[in-house]
Nanobody, 117 residues
Framework: QVHVVESGGGLVQAGGSLRLSCAASGSFFGISVMSWYRQAPGKQRELVATISSGGITNYAESVKGRFTISRDSDKNTAYLQMSSLKPEDTAVYFC???????????WGQGTQVTVSS
């Protein structure tokens, strides 16, 4: 079983920065893909960024050039560095991890990011 915990959310002014962390723990050989999603009030959850075990990254168009995803595989932790934040980035940010081998998916509980104008 995999347990995922996000941290680092908070309130920031527009133009500011935040770094989110996603730590995976539990019983697994390894973690393949680690992803960040977000869900704003009244909207569907959307993919923000992903990073593979080999370090290949993908980003939503809306965050390209502003957000950077990275990971420390030794610590089974992913990070999302968010810069030049906009009010429309306000959402609950969720981390999703896929376990190596069977690809089982686990979600974290989410962390709130609020960007004030």
């Amino acid at each position: 079983q995999v347990h995922v915990v996000e941290s680092g959310g908070g309130l920031v002014q527009a133009g500011g920065s935040l770094r989110l962390s996603c730590a995976a723990s539990g019983s697994f050989f390894g973690i393949s893909v680690m992803s960040w999603y977000r869900q704003a009030p009244g909207k569907q959850r959307e993919l923000v960024a992903t990073i593979s075990s080999g370090g290949i990254t993908n980003y939503a168009e809306s965050v390209k050039g502003r957000f950077t995803i990275s990971r420390d595989s030794d610590k089974n932790t992913a990070y999302l560095q968010m810069s030049s934040l906009k009010p429309e980035d306000t959402a609950v940010y969720f981390c999703k991890v896929n376990r190596m081998g069977d690809g089982a998916t686990t979600w974290g509980q989410g962390t709130q990011v609020t960007v004030s104008s």
